[in-house]
């Protein structure tokens, strides 16, 4: 078939370079969005769809909005038999959908109806979920309404965060969508209605929203720090005086004998800060690594140690 690829973030890259590398399919054009500046020094940068599709030596296109003529005419001039979408960013419009013989498939990082949205991997870990997904879906005006095509499920395992979640469906993302492009080129493509009455929304990440309740359970709290790594990174204030510093946390331990307040620092030893949780299981999070604003990530008792952290000290 001859797919026009249309994606932004790291986790439509192993289905690009699946396509790529299979006999049958050809790759006419990779839509991505423009360059935008990132990093201290606000260079432009590249999206790692577009670094893929250049080290592969494929036409990559780069609208501001795809929604406009220029682009949709451009996606017409190509005769796509199918569209692949993931993770792109923008809403694409009607007019794009109905361009492709066989319609545009769009690979979603979650069990479909549950968890339709910008950030389905992240909630489904902070929502303590047992398991997550991809649905590759037929493509339709909603957000994530259209039908689905086919499911493939994997378990959500404790030391998950995002990230490691993120690569392993992206993986699976890939092998999916080729056996969705089998299925179509057989005619047995099905096409299930989403219940929708079992739909939830996962909404955008904000940076503030990485801030760790302690006053929550400390397996609530494992699960926030999890799916809020590696970004926006979970974090608490620690008092420094009359200010008080930002603490990123990035690995913990679930404790049983942390005894305090909701976010007491209840003891600081050779394995960490023991910091006490709310909820009415009790116990507590061992901290382990962790970065203070502006510093390199270390060992917690490192940093207890160098910041003089006192068993006492509410985290905030």
């Not at 797919?3 to 973030?9: A, E, K, R």
């Not at 395992?157 to 056996?179: F, I, V, Y």
């Not at 503030?208 to 309740?213: A, C, L, S, T």
């Not at 507590?284 to 068993?311: C, I, P, S, T, Y």
Request: aromatic share 6%.
């Amino acid at each position: 078939m001859n797919v026009v690829f249309i994606g932004t973030s790291p986790f439509g890259a192993p289905a690009l370079q699946k396509i790529y590398d299979h006999p049958e399919h050809t790759i006419s054009s990779v839509i991505t969005q423009p360059d935008r500046p990132a990093g201290r020094q606000m260079k432009m940068m590249p999206s790692p769809i577009k670094e893929l599709a250049m080290k592969l030596h494929m036409t990559v296109f780069q609208p501001e909005k795809i929604s406009q003529k220029s682009a949709i005419d451009q996606i017409r001039y190509l005769k796509p038999d199918v569209i692949v979408v993931a993770a792109y960013g923008q809403i694409i419009p009607k007019a794009i959908l109905d361009i492709p013989q066989y319609g545009c498939l769009n690979i979603h990082g979650s069990i479909l109806p549950r968890y339709r949205g910008a950030a389905p991997i992240q909630r489904a870990i902070e929502e303590r979920e047992r398991e997550s997904g991809v649905t590759i879906m037929w493509m339709d005006i909603g957000l994530d309404t259209g039908d689905i095509l086919l499911i493939e499920k994997t378990k959500i395992k404790e030391e998950d965060n995002s990230q490691t979640l993120h690569d392993r469906l992206s993986l699976m993302g890939a092998d999916a969508l080729l056996k969705a492009f089998t299925l179509i080129e057989k005619g047995k493509a099905p096409r299930v209605k989403q219940d929708s009455t079992l739909s939830t929304y996962a909404k955008k990440l904000k940076k503030e929203e990485g801030r760790i309740p302690w006053n929550k359970s400390k397996r609530d709290i494992d699960a926030h720090i999890r799916a809020m790594t590696p970004w926006p990174s979970a974090y608490t204030w620690v008092p420094d005086g009359t200010d008080q510093r930002m603490l990123k946390i990035f690995s913990i331990i679930l404790s049983r004998s942390a005894k305090g307040k909701a976010g007491e620092v209840v003891r600081i030893d050779s394995h960490g800060i023991l910091v006490a949780c709310g909820g009415e299981s009790g116990g507590g999070l061992l901290l382990r690594e962790v970065q203070m604003e502006g510093k390199k990530r270390m060992h917690a008792a490192d940093f207890a140690r160098g910041f003089n952290l006192q068993v006492g000290t509410i985290l905030e």
